[in-house]
């Protein structure tokens, strides 16, 4: 009843996107971690994902997608937001950083590994499919650009959001809906065919124990990344809003025939 009282009341200023707007929240559909210790090792069916340098100066990182076919096609992204939460960090010496997060460019294999015993970090080696740090897909030839992924090739040149983390208590972290996450739901809206989700690197190249793990789509407690949308789909105008529409162009025909 509020809407259509919405659009019988304001049939040009905007009501049908106060009334269709709708929103949506989702974990991943696929994430893992890319280990610089472990190269051709994966890690995509843990509790969590992995970025940041380790005590040793190796390197991981994250890779996460979300499925948004649940967005109609055409529909227009208002604004965004997405919740991570870190579950570990290293254990002596942690060091905050900023991570960035990049549109990736390229299709890659979530996997189906976890990690033995007391070396979370580690993962356990990979077979036909798996992401890893050297390869997209393991065991078919489809190898990064450059260990890792590199930028303009497997990841987008430009930053697309990043965000200030500390440690474990300062958790959870959100990205705000002014950073560029909301622009890359639209073209994966607009192109389907391109969702291969986000790069989540950090940005203090060099500096030891940044490494974080942030809870993953299987993590039991329901603690892995949510991304909230809000969005207008397309819409087509009901038969009895066009009659609303239509009458002030009548009346403005009546007026001009009686003069």
Avoid at 2 to 9: F, K, Q
Avoid at 36 to 42: E, L, Q, T
Avoid at 84 to 91: E, K, N
Wanted: aromatic letters at 12%; proline letters at 8%.
């Amino acid at each position: 009843m509020r809407c259509s009282l919405i659009l019988l009341l304001l049939p040009f200023s905007g009501g049908w996107d106060a009334c269709l707007a709708e929103s949506l929240s989702l974990q991943p559909n696929a994430d893992t971690t890319l280990i610089g210790i472990a190269p051709d090792n994966n890690l995509g069916t843990a509790e969590f994902f992995n970025a940041g340098f380790n005590g040793r100066g190796y390197e991981s990182r994250a890779l996460f997608s979300f499925d948004l076919t649940s967005i109609p096609p055409g529909s227009t992204i208002n604004q965004s937001t997405l919740t991570l939460d870190v579950i570990r960090q290293p254990a002596e010496n942690p060091t905050d950083s900023y991570f960035a997060f990049y549109r990736m460019l390229r299709p890659w294999g979530e996997g189906t590994k976890t990690y033995p015993g007391m070396s979370p970090g580690m993962g356990s080696p990979a077979t036909l499919g798996d992401a890893t740090w050297n390869d997209r897909f393991y065991g078919m030839s489809l190898p990064w650009a450059a260990p890792g992924g590199a930028i303009g090739i497997d990841f987008a040149s430009s930053i697309t959001a990043e965000v200030a983390v500390g440690g474990i208590f300062e958790s959870p972290y959100t990205l705000p809906s002014d950073s560029g996450l909301a622009t890359d739901l639209q073209f994966w809206v607009d192109h389907p065919d391109q969702n291969f989700g986000w790069m989540v690197l950090t940005e203090s190249t060099g500096f030891l124990n940044t490494a974080r793990a942030f809870a993953s789509r299987e993590d039991g407690l329901g603690r892995g990344p949510l991304l909230n949308i809000d969005y207008t789909p397309v819409h087509e105008p009901s038969i009895l809003s066009l009659v609303f529409m239509a009458v002030p162009a009548m009346f403005g025909l009546i007026r001009f025939r009686r003069r």
